[in-house]
Structure formats: structure tokens, C-alpha cells
């Protein structure tokens, strides 16, 4: 089997060998990049450094994993590829466009997005799940809402239910299937299991794993080291604003940065 070298990051001084080989790893031919990160820094109102310099080639198809202690800058790494920050012009394509000089809207029509605790809309899960297409001007069929509760793990009894009636669980795969609805191409997940039950996150999981069976390009942040095992192709380790390491997934325990080390240790 021919393989290609995915370079995730390339934040070292070129002198710098034995960085090179960890932040570049072997995946199966073909591979597209669909989002390209060059230099995408971000300072708070303080001047403390949140992003430094980030470098990053996120591959079409694949899921990513993001990993790292709190504060290095994980969210907003993510919050980045569907503008949710604002990245600096120049430091953040699309399949090869500027995403800054994309619509708005557009962008995260295509680059839907899935938060920590789920916020339902007003109306019944129908509603919630057609929300998205409506504002298209394009109203979901019932079969094509049963079709996203499915893909969502719920079962048509949930059709008709109101959102305040739902778990947390079943409120959240409710918001991931009205995100499908806009049929993204990539799916931006921070921590999106970390308030759920074991039942519930495995629900998630599954369906992550679905939309990577329809090629959806899936970035997914979390605390949780067997959660991005049981669902990443590629993990990158950020600390301090900086990916300091890009892994597959078996072979976390192989980090050499000392900070990695200790996080992963902890978490482990």
C-alpha cells in the first residue's frame, strides 16, 4: 500500500529533524487537504499569546482530534475554521480559499458546528431539525427528518417531542442531527460528550463515525484520550498555542514533548 506523509504542523525551525518526524505522519493514498492553517495567531486583550503561529493541513475525509490542556487554545483553534472567531486574513483556507473572504453564513452553513451543552430552539424536534434548511428556503420532508433522527440515533417517537421535554443526551444528538440538516461538509465538534452519560457519548460517537462513511471532514476537540482513540484518524496535540505533536491515535503513548507527556499521563 502506497502512503502519503500528512503534515499536520509545521511550527519547528527546518534544523529541527527530530521535531520534523513527530508533527509528520503516514496515511493511505489519495489525500486532499480541505483546510489549510498557516500562521494563525491570536493574543489576548492582556497580550498573552493564545495561538502561536499555528501551521496545520487538516485532511478531506478524516477526522482530527485535538487534544491538550485547558487554556492552550483548543476552542479557539476551532472556533477559527468557521469564523466564529475571526482569524486574521490570510492564515485560514477552505479548500484553498481565504475563509475570511467567504460568506459568513455560507461558511457555516458548510462548516456546521457542535458546542458542549446543546441549546434547542423553540417548537418540537421536527422543527429544530428543519430549522436550518428553512432559513434556505427548502422545507425537510417527514422522511427526510426521520432519516436525520436516525442518522442521530433517536427513533421517530422523538418527532413530535419539545426540546425541554429531552435529556441532555438526547437533546445534543437532537443539535447534531439539525447540523446535519445543512448537509456540511465539515463538522466542528468541541467537546461535544463531555456533559453526557456513557450511553449517550457512545450514541455521539457512532454517529460521528457515520458521517466519516459520507467523507464529512470531522475536527473534533476533547478532554477525553479514549474518546479521540475510539474516533480520531490523526490526533495533534496542542500546548501553550502550539501543536507540539501530531499522532495516530495508537501511538499517543509514543509523545516525546514533555508537557504531552504529562497530560497524557494525567489523563490517562
Known amino acids: 500500500m502506497h502512503t502519503a506523509s500528512i503534515q499536520l504542523s509545521q511550527t519547528f525551525n527546518d534544523a529541527d529533524e527530530d521535531r520534523e518526524k513527530l508533527l509528520a505522519i503516514d496515511v493511505e493514498e489519495p489525500v486532499e487537504t480541505k483546510f489549510r492553517v498557516r500562521n494563525l495567531t491570536k493574543f489576548s486583550e492582556g497580550e498573552m499569546a493564545i495561538l502561536k503561529g499555528i501551521d496545520m493541513d487538516v485532511p478531506r475525509g478524516m477526522i482530527v482530534g485535538i487534544i491538550g490542556p485547558s487554556g492552550s487554545g483548543k476552542s479557539t483553534l476551532l472556533r477559527a475554521f468557521n469564523r466564529l472567531w475571526e482569524p486574521p486574513a490570510g492564515t485560514v483556507f477552505m479548500d484553498g480559499k481565504d475563509v475570511c473572504e467567504l460568506d459568513v453564513i455560507s461558511l457555516r452553513r458548510k462548516v456546521g458546528m457542535l458546542f458542549q451543552l446543546p441549546v434547542l430552539f423553540e417548537g418540537t424536534v421536527a422543527d429544530n431539525v428543519r430549522y436550518g434548511p428553512q432559513l434556505m428556503g427548502r422545507k425537510l420532508s417527514d422522511g427526510e427528518v426521520y432519516k436525520l433522527l436516525t442518522l442521530a440515533n433517536l427513533d421517530s417517537s422523538f418527532y413530535n417531542k419539545i426540546?425541554?421535554?429531552?435529556?441532555?443526551?438526547?437533546?445534543?444528538?437532537?443539535?447534531?442531527?439539525?447540523?446535519?440538516?445543512?448537509?456540511?461538509?465539515?463538522?466542528?465538534?468541541d467537546e461535544p460528550t463531555s456533559a453526557l452519560d456513557p450511553i449517550s457519548t457512545q450514541n455521539i460517537e457512532d454517529v460521528i463515525l457515520k458521517s466519516k462513511q459520507q467523507s464529512m471532514t470531522t475536527i473534533i476537540v476533547s478532554h477525553s484520550i479514549k474518546q479521540i482513540q475510539r474516533v480520531a484518524d490523526v490526533v495533534c496535540l496542542l500546548v501553550d498555542g502550539e501543536i507540539v505533536e501530531v499522532l495516530k491515535p495508537n501511538n499517543l503513548a509514543q509523545a516525546k514533548h514533555p508537557m504531552a507527556l504529562r497530560f497524557l499521563e494525567l489523563s490517562s
Not at 168 to 185: C, K, S
Open 163 to 189: 426540546g425541554s421535554e429531552l435529556s441532555v443526551g438526547q437533546a445534543q444528538r437532537v443539535a447534531l442531527a439539525r447540523t446535519l440538516a445543512n448537509d456540511p461538509e465539515v463538522l466542528l465538534l
